[in-house]
């Protein structure tokens, strides 16, 4: 997701040491925060940058900057809870008919930075815009192509009704992702934006900056912070920025840097644990993993444990071979996977695979990829089956792994396990990386989520994951935590998986 | 000297069109294109299609080459593929904070190296010239980044004195943002430079006109301003030139550590993300900025000693 936080890891690691042989530098007073916030002030926040990458147009992103930046001045009709969970936002309600296949959503009252009210027009506008098929670097394009454009009408100013094309029990969670912020009616430029949100938009550069002040009629509360700038930098400049207070957040950090930082007074980390997911990727049609048992027999020849402990430095907590630890839909009951040499050899060696060779296709595209891989492929060996490690380019990885590599590594930020199937697991997902295309499968899970009762689809969704976790490709060894660093003074930062309200929010947070 | 000059004129205009073609090659052979780098993991690859086929990269190479070289004829450095704005924006906003970060450097550099060099060279194999040679090569052998790091620890962290990133600053408000990058950049070209100075101020001194000189009576001073640092300068200001590519290194190296939003970073940047057009238009920059110092450190030799032969 963000692809320029891993470029010159090498200065990374070095910038990196430099802190790590430091202490705490001279605490600068900040007892423990009074319990009354406090309004006015400025805040610096920084992200991992994307160069001429990043974007002001809420409807076009990926990296975490951008996603903050559209985030402080732009809402969305539903947003993510904690637990992946749609929560209403701009949207104050929502009501399905029996299929699930028409919706209506009921408005907050809201208003632009323009002062107009936020009206039916203006969410019906702002889908049509992100559904143009002349621009497909509109990310929320594919999640929300079941809309029937033509069907959806304003019922009212503050009803809108929302048609599908096909029943979608999950059509509010597709809402909240990545792109999907409502606009005002009849936005076309983006280097003028205005939105609903609590912050009002002042300047932008890219791949340096924005700064955007208080919107003092923000329908949740005006934010206390006066001025909020949003900054890009890589991991050692942000780590430096934030211990030498030229910033007062910092996200995404790594296990090193937080070692530190605890040793001192002057930085907090707030870390939203197993936030996200590490995992090897097998492909279920190639040799020779298009074998059950062999693709059985990797699952369990792994320590997940010393994998949380050396990769991640014991920031995390193990996987059971499924995306989305605690998330909605994730089936708490099922047993942990647990090593077991024994038995893996058995697979093996009924396989014939024993003292065979497999390549592990991997690269530094993430941090801890090849960390993983390499230790992963010394639990492998101990079965008698050599796993051999090669590194791809960093910068194409993510669609290399799609055609490359009967085994590779692959991570995954916090999104609804629904979509993770949609965009991962079907027959059709555009980045299916184990090549998991079953089309019992696929159906079992058209089946599922057309059912408007939430129970009776839970349990659909638990015995599908049941499936992928015993047959399907992937070895989610890990969730890594989700960690940001703020100055001591800084209050009111929530510990939230990122793509969720309460990741990189900014209208609760106060300096004390 | 007018031939001259057409001559090393006609010779840039080739040594840029072949530096262009290498650039384009090199970018080339980078595995993927502008439209990979666009990649999300929602993106269908038809979508990834249709964006290559937008940014023309479905085009031959040679064609997208010709296109550019033809529009750079007419003075137009083309158009990013990743931002989709002019190239020549990205050189005006990344060329400022660079301008200002080298001219810094060498407005050091150049006075503190002459003092030095001279110093050492009036005083060969003295304890003064092996205490400064000593501590000069010492500073040049530690890489940049090392220096760096060290320094942001020390001053930025520990002591809270400097700044430790250009994150969040203005160097308008806050001028005080160069002083750790410069230090850096100025460790290697200070011993550089003044090794040049110093050798050149030794075979100057051992030079008979300069015994000759001295055997007449010039005053010392006199002898070591007019006589002996016009002569000792030479090496140093081709030094000087070539000294550019250390220099253009160093600010890569700094410009990242300190997070400075300059051509480096946007070099980088480009490469990463293989926006040909920006790499193409930085480069080009950077190369006739290369041709002007080094045609201007010859001229400044031909002025401080005419007899230097241009030609070689």
Request: proline share 5%.
């Amino acid at each position: 997701m963000s692809e320029a936080l891993n470029r010159r890891g090498f200065l990374g690691l070095a910038g990196g040491l430099g802190l790590a042989a430091l202490t705490g530098c001279g605490s600068d007073g900040a007892s423990n925060a009074a319990a009354q916030p406090k309004a006015g002030g400025r805040l610096r926040a920084v992200f991992a940058g994307g160069g001429a990458k990043e974007v002001l147009d809420p409807h076009v992103q990926s990296l975490f900057v951008d996603i903050a930046r559209h985030k402080a001045m732009f809402e969305k009709l539903v947003e993510l809870g904690p637990d992946l969970k749609p929560l209403p936002r701009l949207a104050e309600k929502w009501e399905p008919n029996a299929q699930a296949s028409t919706w209506r959503f009921t408005l907050r009252d809201a208003t632009f930075h323009d002062g107009q009210k936020l009206t039916s027009q203006d969410v019906l506008y702002s889908l049509a815009r992100i559904a143009d098929p002349a621009v497909p670097d509109r990310v929320a394009q594919s999640s929300l192509a079941s809309l029937d454009l033509r069907r959806c009408k304003a019922i009212d100013p503050r009803t809108v009704e929302l048609v599908l094309t096909a029943p979608n029990a999950e059509f509010p969670a597709l809402l909240a992702g990545i792109g999907t912020h409502i606009v005002r009616d009849g936005f076309k430029d983006p280097t003028k934006p205005i939105g609903t949100g609590a912050f009002k938009f002042v300047s932008f550069e890219a791949g340096r900056s924005m700064v955007a002040n208080r919107f003092d009629d923000y329908w949740d509360g005006a934010a206390k912070l006066e001025e909020l700038q949003i900054l890009s930098a890589d991991a050692e400049a942000r780590a430096n920025a934030l211990q030498g207070g030229q910033a007062e957040y910092a996200n995404e950090m790594t296990a090193t840097f937080a070692r530190t930082a605890e040793a001192g007074k002057t930085v907090k980390i707030v870390a939203a644990k197993g936030a996200t997911t590490q995992a090897f990727v097998m492909k279920v049609d190639q040799a020779p993993f298009d074998n059950p048992d062999v693709r059985m027999a990797f699952k369990l020849l792994a320590d997940r444990q010393r994998l949380v402990d050396v990769v991640l430095a014991g920031r995390g907590v193990v996987g059971n071979d499924l995306f989305g630890k605690g998330f909605q839909y994730y089936p708490a009951d099922l047993p942990q996977r647990e090593r077991n040499l024994e038995e893996a050899k058995a697979l093996l060696k009924k396989a014939g695979l024993l003292n065979k060779e497999v390549e592990i296709f991997t690269s530094d595209s993430t941090a801890g990829f090849v960390e993983a891989a390499t230790l992963f492929a010394e639990q492998v060996n101990e079965a008698g089956v050599k796993l051999k490690v090669t590194t791809g380019s960093a910068q194409t990885y993510a669609k290399d792994l799609l055609t490359k590599g009967a085994i590779g590594s692959h991570r995954s930020g916090a999104m609804p396990i629904p979509q993770y199937i949609t965009d991962r697991l079907l027959t059709k997902s555009p980045f299916n990386v184990t090549h998991w295309r079953q089309p019992a499968f696929d159906a079992a899970f058209a089946s599922a989520q057309v059912l408007t009762d939430e129970t009776a689809r839970a349990a659909k969704y638990g015995e599908l994951q049941k499936t992928l976790r015993d047959q399907g490709g992937i070895i989610a060894w890990g969730h890594p935590d989700f960690m940001v660093g703020v100055s001591a003074k800084v209050q009111g930062v929530e510990a939230a998986p990122p793509n969720t309200l309460d990741s990189a929010r900014f209208d609760k947070v106060w300096l004390a | 000297m007018r031939s001259y000059a057409g001559q090393r004129a006609a010779l840039a205009v080739v040594q840029l069109a072949v530096l262009s073609i290498l650039v384009f090659v090199l970018t080339a052979l980078l595995p993927g294109d502008a439209a990979d780098m666009r990649f999300t993991e929602t993106l269908t690859p038809e979508q990834i299609a249709q964006l290559r086929a937008q940014l023309g990269l479905d085009r031959p190479a040679l064609e997208r080459f010709t296109h550019w070289f033809g529009n750079v004829l007419t003075g137009d450095l083309g158009t990013s593929l990743i931002s989709g704005g002019p190239v020549l924006d990205i050189v005006k906003a990344s060329v400022g904070a660079t301008l200002v970060l080298t001219l810094a450097t060498l407005a050091i550099v150049v006075p503190l190296a002459v003092a030095l060099g001279i110093l050492m060279g009036t005083r060969e194999n003295g304890r003064l010239d092996r205490t400064i040679t000593s501590i000069t090569l010492a500073l040049s052998a530690i890489p940049d980044f090392v220096i760096a790091v060290v320094l942001v620890a020390l001053f930025s962290l520990k002591l809270g004195w400097l700044p430790a990133t250009w994150v969040g600053g203005s160097l308008l408000t806050n001028p005080v943002l160069l002083v750790l990058p410069v230090a850096v950049l100025l460790g290697r070209t200070v011993c550089l430079l003044s090794r040049q100075v110093r050798a050149g101020t030794i075979n100057a001194l051992h030079a008979d006109y300069v015994v000759q000189a001295r055997r007449l009576g010039v005053p010392r001073r006199r002898l070591l301003l007019r006589h002996v640092l016009p002569n000792a300068a030479v090496p140093g200001v081709q030094e000087l030139a070539r000294t550019g590519d250390t220099l253009l290194g160093g600010v890569l190296v700094v410009e990242a550590i300190f997070a400075i939003p300059g051509f480096a970073t946007a070099l980088v940047d480009g490469v990463e993300t293989r926006d040909v057009p920006v790499v193409q238009g930085l480069t080009l920059v950077l190369a006739v900025a290369a041709l002007l110092i080094n045609l201007g450190a010859d001229l400044v030799c031909n002025r401080l000693v005419p007899r230097t032969e241009l030609l070689r």
